[in-house]
């Protein structure tokens, strides 16, 4: 079946790095627009990214523009989130999600603080 597995996350200083992973199996990963999404406790899910199945295009929420990358690689199945200059306000539990069917990766908690 479809399934969704992430990889990276962690805590990091304000302003550094982080790249998430999520290697899909289970379906034709080319064939599926992809996104990440986070949540913070107490508080909806959050759609932060999104890229098609062709990669043409990638949409972000306001508040990580030009400070974070979707993109993916079709050759592994493999979905990526780049994170730079990381805010205490990216803390939250992230997601990867294929829309169609609704599959979601287990999460993932990324922790930014000094």
């Known amino acids: 079946q479809a399934q969704l597995v992430q990889s990276g996350g962690g805590l990091v200083q304000p302003g550094g790095s982080l790249r998430l992973s999520c290697v899909a199996s289970?379906?034709?990963?080319?064939?599926?627009?992809m996104q990440w999404y986070r949540q913070i406790p107490g508080k909806e899910r959050e759609l932060v990214a999104h890229?098609?199945?062709?990669?043409?295009?990638?949409n972000y929420t306001d508040s990580v523009k030009g400070r974070f990358t979707i993109s993916r690689d079709d050759t592994t199945s493999t979905l990526f989130l780049q994170m730079n200059n990381l805010k205490p306000e990216d803390t939250a539990v992230y997601y990867c999600a294929r829309p169609a069917g609704n599959i979601w990766g287990q999460g993932t908690q990324v922790t930014v603080s000094s």
């Open positions: 289970g379906f034709i990963f080319s064939r599926f627009n």
């Open positions: 890229i098609s199945y062709n990669g043409a295009a990638g």
